[in-house]
């Protein structure tokens, strides 16, 4: 049975379809009233404003209408009505693409004098900072008749990534392999990790060559979408007037290039504390050398723990003491105000997520399983949604929104409270090498191993801009050395670990990942201003989770204390990864 204060609260958002079906019909108004501006952005300071806050009131609706529906779509997946209403959003806004297209070149054309009037008017004043923003990106912008047909063009140049998901998510079998009490058990993406986790040597070698085995054969079909999505990055920036994809995809959060190219370096610099933590891995598991098969299970067996959620949720309340009374008064709201869809049940969208909008609560979607991993779950996904929460109760919806490149950062610095409290209030020396295994791993996954990601991405574009083509061999040739470089002398990796570019949909994302790598930096510093106790650098967090897109990130990110700007924040993390290993080591006895 599931009772009714562990479902999310949609009502809240819309008390009853016929409300919903109200607002939906509203959009295409709203759309057309934006519209109505084309052509008189210079006429005033009042019009341009106008015209933003029309194309404000038709965006804000149009998430406000959308979110609803993929909320309860993911509620019951199987529900075709449900479906059915998530279609008709986007197909709507699929055919109101072209409302917008005519904005940016139009703001562009308005002579540089009139402009720099606009800029000082007090009609202007509260947009003066995306106004900026958009002229930054005027050297890149084209004219109204080539935006609007790169505009149409979208969805067709989408295709190598849609070819993707759908041979990776849909098409590939990866048949059965035999488990750890010998029985045929179906592999798929969901049991590898498992498979992976097995204490049985053989159980892991045997997912491993068959997920991977799986990929070889269809080597030359991925390699063939992932040159096509990197080429659609490249030609993009050509358009545009970038000098490289690299500039283009940082362009957006005024990030320098620097920033990109200082965490590999700074990784490089670092790789003997990841080397050390493969050598403590192959001692405890008593291997000559480790494969990439070894990476996953447990170096502390038999720590498994189980919590009912009121004893997750009472966990993360008191992990997140150090951000104090008026943040867990705020945090009850989840809870009080239902936020949280809770319970795995049939039909119910799979993993976790926060998502909401301006006018919703911030929701989060659970599946919560009664593990470790599910409450540090929980601290993570409220993490985002109370990000989100100061953000839209602090900004006007214009900057509320706030960049990717922050999003995981209070999700992150959540879980690493919740580590914190975890091993100050366990004086089990198994559960506390557990912990700190959990945190190496961490860490090595988001810092390390995106950071390869990010390498090799940045590896492919430079290719491809070079004029080679990327092909399976050549794809494979260049991972498996980033490998060998990043895992270093303890790691005899089996050559099937080549391919695996071909399973990471990130790649094309166009320079996503590197985001995680530093969000993962900037939250460990965090945790750390939170947990001293000084009452400045918790104020300053709260700047952080108020700032939506206020500012430019990296400045917000200066403000709240960690300058990304510089290769400090991830030479420090990768500083505790090294302490982290080296706690885990003395736990262990060895």
């Not at 053989?202 to 079909?221: D, I, L, Q």
């Not at 009472?314 to 943040?327: D, I, Q």
């Not at 990130?553 to 030479?571: C, E, N, Q, R, Y």
Request: net charge negative; glycine share 6%.
């Amino acid at each position: 049975m599931i009772s009714g204060n562990q479902t999310w609260d949609l009502a809240a958002l819309y008390a009853d379809l016929a409300d919903w079906e109200a607002d939906f019909n509203r959009i295409r108004p709203l759309a057309e009233a934006f519209l109505a501006y084309r052509g008189r952005l210079a006429e005033s300071p009042a019009v341009l404003r106008d015209a933003i806050a029309a194309g404000d009131a038709y965006e804000r609706l149009g998430e406000k209408v959308y979110v609803f529906a993929h909320l309860r779509s993911d509620e019951n997946t199987a529900d075709n009505a449900n479906r059915a209403r998530v279609d008709r959003v986007e197909a709507l806004f699929a055919s109101l693409a072209e409302t917008s297209a005519w904005f940016d070149p139009e703001v562009m054309a308005i002579p540089e004098e009139t402009m720099k009037a606009f800029l000082e008017a007090p009609e202007l004043a509260f947009y003066r900072r995306s106004l900026l923003e958009l002229l930054r990106e005027k050297p890149h912008t084209l004219s109204e008749p080539e935006e609007r047909l790169l505009g149409t063009l979208g969805d067709v140049l989408g295709y190598p990534d849609k070819t993707f998901e759908i041979l990776n998510d849909a098409d590939l079998d990866f048949g059965r392999i035999r488990g750890e009490a010998g029985r045929s058990e179906p592999l798929t993406h969901g049991s590898y990790r498992r498979f992976l986790e097995s204490p049985d040597r053989e159980v892991r070698r045997r997912a491993f060559r068959r997920m991977f085995g799986t990929y070889h054969k269809f080597r030359n079909t991925f390699a063939t979408t992932l040159d096509g999505a990197v080429k659609r990055h490249v030609v993009g920036a050509k358009i545009r007037h970038y000098p490289s994809a690299l500039v283009k995809s940082l362009a957006g959060d005024n990030v320098p290039e620097a920033v990109y190219r200082n965490l590999i370096a700074t990784v490089h610099d670092n790789l003997e504390g990841f080397y050390d933590y493969m050598k403590l891995r192959r001692e405890v598991l008593k291997l000559d050398r480790l494969d990439m098969f070894d990476m996953y299970n447990p170096l502390v067996p038999g720590c498994r723990r189980e919590y009912d959620f009121p004893e997750a949720v009472t966990l993360v309340k008191r992990a997140l003491a150090p951000l104090g009374e008026e943040y867990a008064g705020k945090l009850e709201l989840a809870f009080s105000q239902r936020w949280i869809d809770v319970p795995e049940r049939r039909g119910k969208r799979s993993g976790a997520y926060s998502g909401g909008c301006y006018d919703s609560y911030p929701y989060l979607l659970l599946n919560y399983n009664r593990t470790l991993n599910d409450v540090f779950t929980l601290a993570h996904e409220l993490g985002h949604s109370m990000h989100s929460y100061y953000s839209n109760s602090t900004q006007e919806y214009h900057y509320a929104d706030y960049s990717i490149f922050v999003a995981e950062v209070a999700s992150t610095t959540n879980e690493i409270l919740l580590f914190e409290h975890l091993l100050e209030n366990s004086s089990d020396r198994a559960f506390r090498a557990f912990l700190y295994g959990h945190l190496a791993d961490e860490i090595r996954g988001t810092i390390y191993r995106q950071t390869m990601f990010a390498e090799f991405e940045l590896l492919i574009h430079e290719l491809v801009e070079a004029g080679t083509p990327l092909s399976a061999d050549l794809l494979n040739e260049k991972y498996f050395e980033l490998n060998k470089l990043y895992y270093g002398p303890e790691v005899e990796a089996d050559p099937l670990i080549a391919v695996e570019w071909a399973r990471i949909p990130h790649f094309y994302y166009n320079f996503y990942v590197y985001k995680y790598a530093t969000g993962m930096s900037a939250a460990i510093r965090l945790a750390e201003n939170l947990r001293s106790g000084d009452p400045a650098k918790r104020e300053a967090y709260f700047g952080f989770l108020k700032a939506g897109d206020s500012k430019d990130v990296l400045d917000i990110m200066k403000d709240a204390g960690v300058d990304l700007s510089t290769p400090a924040p991830v030479a420090a993390a990768l500083g505790r990864f090294r302490s982290t290993v080296a706690s885990l080591r003395a736990e262990l006895g060895l």
